[in-house]
């Protein structure tokens, strides 16, 4: 409906090419972004910056990395939180090293690490497929989680076994540790988040993204194409870990400042993410801030709701009914729509283009 | 004018100079597990020639093609190919060193759409790195955008034009079967491997197809074999055939040899073995 | 330091030979309670190839039905029948409400959608029966307590009475699921269903009442499992996690096979024990956790088919 | 519009080399090909041309010699034009579906020498011509597939022939002086194309167009409508035809504006959304089919949608007109149109490619008025005109904010008309050909000594000004009983419904009308789906009786229309049937712009027509098809007839819808 695109042709395979060829598609990020960047800042609450914005753009982030692997390359994981844990360990080491480095090249550089531990678990998925492959990451998951508890190293010998994150600055102002000002920490959030998603959807849209969804579509005739599946599938693997481990650092040093052992990247965490994927869209990284946005607005929505129709629902039973919407919604979405709430958003979309004939 | 008289399109049955052989078989034995697949067949297929392989279900046309492409590693005998013999070569070293393929049923990237599944053929050709990559910009997109002239000539080529960013899932059969071949034509191979290129035609696509199939050695001068069960398709197209049953070679030859063959006429006809 | 991994727990082992047989026989009681979970699995995987990861969660919302039950002021051995007709129940809607709308569809999306189940099964079982860990109604069901000592190499190792029964009570399970595969009209076409799904339906059974079946067996399979495991410790949603380690046990045992899971599930019980028990201390404990992972891992990477399994060849 | 030198650019070539210099880095012409639209500037397409031209002549083309042009909208078949007029000689585009018999006689009578054309499928059938065609020497093939192994001789790429003419330039730059110097002697009284009519009777007739015929009437057309080289057109119809080579050839050259040609013919559509021309020409079929597509696919919309859209077209039908001819509309109501706007014409504009659209025109034969509306009201400048080959197109034009649907607008600029004693239109302006071509007793007829022309068509003009054309001159008839009869308005009132898609309307000379019908396989296919029609064939589709009680109900609305009207009043229709074939040009049933030939149906169709008259209800008839190789086959069918019942006259002259 909102769509003109009659005038919008193309002379060249750059523009023709292009992530968004559209022009009002282009309009509207556009206006997503000054929103972000402009509109939330200025008018937001700090509750709603601090618990909804940062921790929805960082899992988003991860969902992102997650589906690099999943969505794109086609390769299971459910050790995702590992990953996270991983990234994040890494940003409390490097800030303790570091005390005076820019912390956001910091967590950025926290990434590596986690991708080059996502390559060692990544070895077993030459030989192994889908289901088994769902075993190995699971080795990951439980080894690592066992790691961050009983390799005192990692969290500084603190008797406590947590880590905290110290005071660190970036471009001379405060990010992390308790006092950090939410609204630059939001900016640091959403700049890293812009920035890595840009880099993402430049992947997948060229040569290394083709190949990984050759790898997820069709492996044999993959390989016939000259596709090395070691190498697709270790880029895959190293570049979903980088992203889990960079949203991982964010999550410590930008969200919760601290992490008790054994409590944030346990399993459920990397089913969290898993279920974001899902619901968001398999191979879709717009779908991935969909579903970032749903499983951590559910509980808040359902929070809500309780309380405005006064249902006497008690606090711990809320979270059990968001357990139960989400498993009934994961059945639902893989029935009706395997390509989740980015699919809708993509027939809504066509059917924009289309009107007012139908779709 | 006389001279527009003789000058006709060539016909399609006109036989091509012979080249050199391009690849042999030599002996080849292929089982799964005590089952025989393959039992000693020798074949040679030679430059510039359409080359088809034919037998009934189960002659182990296919098991063939999976062991020159490098899939398969025969328990006996050779591949040589450009007159080097070959050992244990992984599909990827097929594809580098210019053996396309096409497969029975469909082998489409199923997610993504014509182009894409096009441009994925092109992968071999392609290799900058990471870095620009992320960026999108330089190396990395001078590099899509060269790809995609080359793509685009094979859309033209095979007509396929208006469904160029359809998904290939959404596709009916016969375009299918067209972008498949597409793909394959992407790697620029010398040497072309149809696995039943016209499996599920209808007579019109069948005729497309076999237009194809034969511009494609007039044009880039493609080796190709191929296993069709339409024997009136591979006697049209083929310069040499090769019979398959139960996995031993029973004839080969020129149409005419391989039809007047008495073992092809029992094969065909099924007598009892 | 090669010294304290490669030499000293064996000298340990010799030197106290009633340590290791009492870690053994630890090993083997929660390897026989992997082997129950894997065995459900494998019911399931056989007959509807879905790998079904709610298996777990089922164990724990079995128990906890039972508990549950008995809390409401059900006599113990009533309140069994209600968890098994509880059992029956999510069988059905199981089949109806997940497995008949997706069928055909991927493997993958098949697991997906049990991890679907197992979160709806949490938040059901959390919310009807509540979320604190609860004691399993052991003596009401006349399970016995208390301890059996022997006599063994100069020391004594305690056998607990209800691992006992747990350990005798997995034999006769696994030995009614075979006569029930072997000699019922059912279990042949179930397995039939395995190799052909038109063959099952010759036997005049419709795919869908064999997944209600098989459903419904895994699931007495895991009200077993579950009475076992809660005598042993609380009955708790931390199961959850523990029931995860069938997985490497299927790895090992292969997804298809009832030895294999029985075997796998022995070989990772003994195993983490006694890697706990004389490897742990070195690495600063805990390895339970995720030694039976490594180990499938490892043995992935060898034999990707599991002990039973069959060669997988793939074909183009 | 001089040259550089001072002198007028009256010819295509020194308009085109004033371009390369005015507009050097404008875009001149566009093609989608390899997916993307690959483009020229002015000063790419002088390159091209004269490349080419050097290479033609080279291959010994002189001045006078005839060159065929056969294929589709293609930019090297537009150089050729320019390409050929540069050297002196005259392009002869012909229609390039036409069979193959038409196409020998064309290129025979003119003589060709060389005949460029788009690829192997024109070729060959060329070549299969050169028994007949003794004077042809050269083929020019633009798509290079599948050319190989054909004479090198006397076939040639176009590729090669314009590398030919770069080599021979580069090694003799003087070449491109004496090009220039033969393109400045040329003179705007000089033939500059032969366009072959399709003709509704007798043979084509090749109407030798002076380049002042053209150049002036596309000049007059730009300066009538404000067009500037910013326009934006798509080139889809026929080169042979005189619409196509104003629009595409002439006014780009004049005005300087960019031509966009297709893809391929199927992707025409989505070509022309990409585009989104500013300036758009299409006979009536085109409205038509667009406006089919759009009701077909609405009825398979949701209900809410469906009833949204319809909610809104009825209003724009109700006021959309009034606003964009700028007369005043009630603010609530303009506020509603906005809405509408938003939700549905916006939308609607946009997926037929028309968001950007500032001027329409239709022309060719007459545009159903409601279909004609239905495009106002959207606010699409759709406007119509009246011309001919002969004219150099422009005969009427409608000026802005005159626009009715049933005239064709009054006198183009420097265009003189007066209306015969007979009714007949005749017309003189500077655009009028110079002569048939090889045809002199044609142009006597035709064309009188003091320049008036014989349109053929039969008119008036009307209280306003505006001319209103009735039918052709020699088809308006009468009934036995002396009332008016103008079987085209009854055929185009019928054409309105998007189920029907030709009709033939007879009645002269006899006591009442009746008419014959083609329904319109995609909507009555449609209609067929949701109402559980079966039917195997168009055939069995045809001759349902559920189709017949539809399309019952649509002749029944029409004679009610003419009821209301007191001069057609008896003409309306007693009988109908619904032919067993789609009419076809190769069965020489439509002319090559799908006109309807009357007499040559009422020939062929003989036994219907007499069965229409003597009162059966049905009768079995065999008609001889042309395939589309040629060959020849037979089908027969009964075909059932329905009496109608007349609607008696209406004294009020609101006609119902």
Redesign the interface.
């Known amino acids: 409906?909102f769509?003109?695109?009659?005038?919008?042709?193309?002379?060249?395979?750059?523009?023709?090419?292009a992530?968004f060829p559209i022009l009002q598609d282009r309009i509207g990020l556009a206006v997503i972004l000054a929103i972000a960047f402009g509109v939330i800042p200025f008018f937001a609450t700090e509750f709603f910056v601090q618990g909804i914005m940062i921790p929805f753009l960082i899992y988003a982030l991860a969902a992102i990395g997650l589906n690099i692997l999943l969505g794109y390359a086609g390769q299971?994981s459910l050790g995702s939180a590992a990953f996270m844990g991983v990234g994040a360990y890494t940003a409390y080491k490097l800030v303790t090293y570091f005390p005076e480095t820019n912390v956001i090249l910091l967590i950025l550089v926290s990434g590596f690490v986690p991708a080059l531990i996502g390559v060692l678990f990544g070895l077993?998925s030459l030989?192994?497929k889908?289901?088994?492959l769902?075993?190995?990451t699971?080795?990951a998951q439980?080894?690592l989680?066992?790691c961050f508890?009983?390799?005192a190293w990692l969290y500084n010998y603190n008797p406590s076994g947590a880590i905290e994150m110290p005071a660190r600055q970036a471009f001379g102002l405060t990010l992390t540790g308790p006092a950090a000002d939410y609204m630059l920490r939001y900016y640091a959030v959403l700049g890293i988040v812009v920035l890595m998603t840009w880099?993402a959807s430049?992947?997948v849209?060229?040569?290394?993204g083709?190949?990984w969804?050759?790898v997820?579509?069709?492996d044999?005739?993959?390989?016939?194409?000259?596709?090395?599946l070691t190498n697709a599938k270790l880029?895959a693997f190293a570049v979903s870990s980088f992203y889990c481990g960079v949203a991982g650092a964010m999550l410590v040093t930008l969200y919760l400042n601290a992490a008790e052992p054994g409590a944030v990247f346990t399993?459920r965490q990397s089913?969290l993410v898993?279920?974001m994927v899902?619901l968001g869209g398999l191979?879709s990284l717009i779908g991935s801030f969909f579903g970032a946005a749903f499983i951590l607005l559910l509980p808040i929505l359902l929070r809500t709701a309780a309380a405005s129709f006064h249902l006497p629902i008690e606090v711990?039973?809320i979270?059990?009914?968001?357990?139960?919407?989400?498993?009934?919604?994961?059945?639902l979405f893989?029935?009706f729509e395997?390509h989740g709430l980015a699919r809708l958003w993509q027939v809504g979309k066509q059917k924009l283009r289309?009107?007012?004939?139908?779709y | 004018m006389t001279a527009f008289v003789e000058s006709r399109p060539m016909s399609a049955a006109r036989p091509i100079e012979k080249g050199e052989t391009l690849l042999s078989v030599d002996g080849v034995s292929l089982s799964f597990g005590g089952v025989r697949a393959l039992t000693n067949v020798s074949f040679d297929i030679k430059k510039g020639e359409v080359r088809a392989i034919i037998g009934p279900n189960g002659a182990g046309k296919t098991s063939m093609l999976n062991v020159i492409n490098g899939f398969y590693h025969p328990q006996q005998g050779t591949i040589a190919y450009k007159g080097q013999v070959r050992r244990r070569q992984k599909p990827y070293e097929a594809a580098s060193q210019g053996i396309g393929r096409t497969f029975q049923n469909v082998a489409l990237f199923k997610g993504m759409s014509t182009l894409d599944n096009i441009m994925a053929g092109r992968t071999l050709k392609m290799g900058v790195g990471l870095f620009w990559q992320l960026f999108r910009y330089g190396p990395a997109l001078n590099e899509e955008i060269e790809h995609r002239k080359k793509v685009e000539e094979i859309i033209d080529f095979l007509e396929i034009q208006h469904i160029r960013k359809t998904p290939v899932g959404k596709l009916p059969y016969g375009l299918k079967k067209r972008v498949e071949l597409g793909r394959a034509l992407a790697m620029e191979p010398e040497l072309l491997l149809l696995d039943e290129p016209m499996a599920g035609m209808n007579l019109e696509e069948k005729e497309d197809m076999s237009r194809f199939i034969l511009d494609v050695r007039e044009q880039f001068g493609t080796t190709i074999a191929l296993i069709e069960h339409d024997i009136g398709v591979v006697m049209d197209l083929s310069d040499r055939i090769v019979v398959l049953e139960y996995g031993r070679k029973i004839a080969d030859g020129s149409a005419e040899e391989v039809q007047n063959n008495q073992a092809v006429i029992d094969a065909y006809l099924g007598v009892a073995h | 330091m090669l010294y304290k991994i490669l030499i000293d727990p064996f000298v340990q082992m010799g030197a106290a030979p009633d340590l290791l047989v009492q870690a053994i026989w630890d090993g083997f009681v929660g390897g026989v309670l992997y082997a129950l979970i894997a065995l459900g699995f494998v019911l399931i995987y056989k007959a509807s190839g879905v790998f079904n990861f709610a298996q777990g969660i089922m164990v724990v919302f079995a128990a906890l039905a039972l508990v549950g039950f008995h809390q409401m002021g059900v006599p113990a051995w009533i309140a069994l029948f209600l968890a098994l007709a509880v059992m029956l129940l999510l069988a059905i809607s199981v089949e109806r409400l997940v497995l008949r709308p997706l069928v055909n569809q991927p493997d993958i999306i098949l697991l997906m959608a049990t991890i679907g189940i197992t979160y709806f099964l949490i938040g059901f079982g959390q919310l009807v029966f509540g979320g604190e860990p609860k004691r399993m109604i052991t003596s009401e069901l006349g399970i016995p307590k208390g301890a059996q000592d022997f006599d063994v190499f100069g020391g004594f190792v305690s056998l607990q009475n209800i691992d006992i029964t747990a350990a005798v009570m997995a034999g006769i399970m696994v030995a009614a699921l075979a006569w029930f595969f072997s000699k019922t009209r059912i279990g042949r076409a179930l397995r039939a269903v395995a190799d052909d799904h038109q063959a099952a339906l010759s036997v005049g059974i419709s795919l869908n009442q064999i997944w209600v079946i098989v459903w419904f067996a895994a699931g007495i399979v895991a009200l077993a499992t579950g009475i076992m495991w809660g005598a042993r410790s609380d009955v708790s949603f931390a199961l959850e996690i523990i029931a995860l380690k069938a997985l490497p046990v299927l790895i090992l045992g292969g997804f298809t096979s009832i030895p294999g899971a029985i075997v796998g599930g022995l070989i990772i019980g003994i195993g983490e024990k006694i890697g706990e028990f004389y490897w742990g201390p070195l690495l600063g404990g805990g390895i339970e956790s995720w030694l039976a992972y490594m180990i499938a891992l490892v043995f992935l990477l060898f034999r990707p088919q599991g002990l039973f399994g069959d060669k997988i060849i793939e074909r183009i | 519009m001089t040259t550089a030198m001072g002198a007028p650019a009256d010819t295509f070539p020194k308009l085109l080399l004033l371009n390369a210099v005015n507009r050097a880095s404008k875009p001149a012409v566009r093609m989608k090909d390899f997916g993307i639209w690959q483009t020229w500037t002015w000063a790419a397409v002088l390159d091209e041309i004269r490349a080419f031209a050097l290479g033609l002549e080279a291959l010994g083309l002189k001045a006078g010699d005839k060159v065929a042009i056969i294929g589709s909208n293609r930019p090297r078949l537009y150089w050729t034009f320019c390409a050929v007029q540069s050297l002196g000689a005259i392009p002869v585009p012909v229609y390039k579906d036409g069979v193959a018999d038409e196409m020998v006689y064309v290129l025979d009578h003119a003589g060709v020498t060389f005949a460029v054309v788009e690829d192997q499928e024109q070729a060959d059938k060329v070549l299969s011509m050169t028994d007949t065609l003794k004077s042809l020497r050269h083929v020019i093939y633009d798509e290079e597939r599948g050319m190989r192994g054909y004479d090198p001789a006397a076939i040639h790429a176009f590729a090669d022939l314009q590398a030919d003419g770069r080599r021979l330039l580069a090694a003799d730059p003087a070449l491109e002086t004496r090009w220039r110097e033969r393109i400045a002697a040329a003179g705007g009284a000089d033939l500059a194309v032969i366009l072959y009519t399709s003709g509704t009777t007798g043979k084509p007739k090749g109407v030798m167009l002076s380049f002042d015929n053209v150049v002036i009437s596309a000049q007059n057309g730009i300066v009538f409508d404000k067009l500037t080289e910013a326009e934006e057109i798509i080139a889809y119809l026929p080169l042979a035809w005189v619409g196509d080579h104003i629009f595409s050839y002439a006014q780009s050259y004049v005005a300087g504006f960019c031509v966009s040609c297709p893809e391929s013919p199927e992707t025409i559509v989505d070509d022309r959304r990409e585009i989104g021309p500013t300036y758009f020409f299409a006979p009536p079929r085109v409205f038509e089919g667009m406006l089919t597509m759009t009701t077909v696919r609405m009825q398979d919309a949701g209900n809410w949608k469906r009833g949204m859209f319809d909610y809104f077209i009825e209003h724009a039908r109700k006021v959309g007109e009034q606003i964009l001819d700028g007369r005043p509309v009630a603010l609530f109501d303009r506020l509603k149109y906005g809405l509408g706007e938003m939700l549905v014409y916006g939308p609607l504009k946009n997926r037929l490619g028309f968001s950007r659209l500032k001027v329409g025109y239709t022309a060719g034969e007459a545009i159903g008025p409601e279909i004609f509306r239905f495009y106002r009201s959207l606010g699409l400048n759709l406007k119509q005109l009246y011309g001919q080959t002969e004219a150099g197109v422009y005969v009427t034009l409608q000026p802005d904010g005159e626009i009715r649907s049933d005239t064709v607008g009054r006198p183009a600029p420097q265009v003189e008309i007066r209306i015969a004693e007979n009714g007949e239109v005749l017309y003189r302006s500077p655009g009028v050909f110079l002569g048939y071509y090889k045809n002199d007793n044609a142009t006597a007829e035709t064309k009188t000594a003091d320049g008036w022309v014989h349109s053929g068509d039969a008119g008036f003009f009307d209280r306003e000004g505006h001319l209103r054309i009735i039918d052709r001159a020699k088809d308006v008839g009468k009934l036995s009983d002396g009332s008016l009869f103008a079987p085209k308005y009854i055929e185009n009132k019928l054409k309105f419904y998007a189920n029907i898609k030709e009709a033939v309307a007879v009645g002269n000379e006899r006591d009442f009308c009746s008419v014959m019908l083609n329904i319109d396989l995609t909507a009555v296919a449609n209609w067929a789906e949701r109402n559980n029609v079966v039917y195997g064939s168009y055939q069995e589709l045809a001759g349902h009786p559920q189709v017949y009680d539809m399309i019952e109900k649509h002749v029944d609305q029409v004679n009610r229309d003419l009821a209301a009207e007191p001069s057609m009043c008896d003409s309306q229709i007693r009988r109908f049937l619904i032919l067993h074939k789609e009419l076809d040009a190769d069965d020489g049933e439509l002319t090559r712009t799908q006109k309807v030939r009357r007499g040559f149906i009422a020939d062929r169709y003989a036994p219907l027509v007499e069965a229409l008259y003597d009162g059966s209800a049905e009768r079995f008839v065999t008609t001889e098809v042309t395939f589309e190789d040629g060959r020849k086959g037979a089908i027969s069918a009964n075909v059932r007839i329905r009496d109608m019942k007349p609607h008696p006259p209406v004294p009020s002259a609101e006609a119902a819808e």
């Open positions: 409906m769509y003109r695109e009659a005038g919008q042709f193309k002379t060249s395979y750059q523009a023709d090419s992530v299971l077993p030989r192994i889908g289901l088994y769902a075993v190995a699971l080795a439980f080894f989680d066992w508890i009983r390799i880099f430049n992947l849209h060229g040569r290394i083709r190949t969804m050759m997820r579509d069709m044999i005739a993959a390989q016939l194409m000259g596709v090395k880029t399993i089913f898993l279920f899902i191979g711990k039973n979270e059990n009914l968001q357990f139960m919407i989400v498993g009934a919604l994961i059945i893989l029935k395997p289309v009107w007012p004939f139908p």
